[in-house]
């Protein structure tokens, strides 16, 4: 695994960093906002003036080919961070982002507001980078997986890239025990394909001898990719 991978996992919740009252200065900017199941926090083309932290519920990001088709980029969870784009300048959304949980709260930050706890902090302002260079890294592997790859490649690269993320060694088997956040729908979502061809292959890949599954754990009995 490498060292952008280690630090990602040692700083997956963001709010840890970020959130505004952490810092007494600015506590007045610090709310939560709620949203339903399917609601849009923003749409492509929206004004780029915030950053926003997942408190709980998740957070689905993509966009719509000019065909129509959505193309889903990522699924945050809570703790993480999306909209980053504007703090490197951004002026409109080139993504959509969606609210996939009936309750999900998230604490929006002004790009201004995220400026100056830069300027102040030079630690944080590294973490802030370094966070962005590895989303960007991370959305364009799974890009160019979607792109050129057929849908079981899709699927071991996208449980690979869960292993590395998620897993702890299972004492019990010595395989690595992924318990993830994501429903059948969000991974059939994010490697482009359809939940009766991820049951399809999830089924085959079992057979094959390299995984066992129940509802959100996965048992890695051998490497996938």
Known sequence: MSMEKVWYLENVNLFKILCPHKYAEYKGCHNFKQYGKSDYIYFEEDASTKVFLIDKGKVKLGYYTSEGKEIVKAILVKGELFGEKAILGE?????????????????????????????????????????????????????????????????????????????????????????????????????GTSRPTLNLIMNEIKDEGLIEFKGKKILFLKKTA
């Not at 959509?96 to 302002?125: E, Y």
């Not at 790859?149 to 292993?163: G, Q, V, W, Y």
């Open 91 to 191: 002026d409109k959304r080139t993504e959509f982002a969606q609210s996939l949980d009936s309750n999900t709260s998230i604490c929006p930050i002004g790009v201004n507001t995220l400026h100056d706890l830069m300027k102040d902090n030079q630690t944080f302002t590294l973490k802030i980078y370094k966070f962005i260079s590895f989303r960007i890294s991370k959305l364009e592997r799974r890009l160019q997986i979607l792109l050129f790859k057929d849908a079981k490649t899709r699927l071991l690269e996208f449980l690979d890239e869960l292993c590395e993320e998620h897993g702890v060694i299972c004492k019990e088997t010595g395989g690595t025990l992924v318990e993830h956040p994501y429903t059948q729908k969000d991974i059939a979502n994010l490697i």
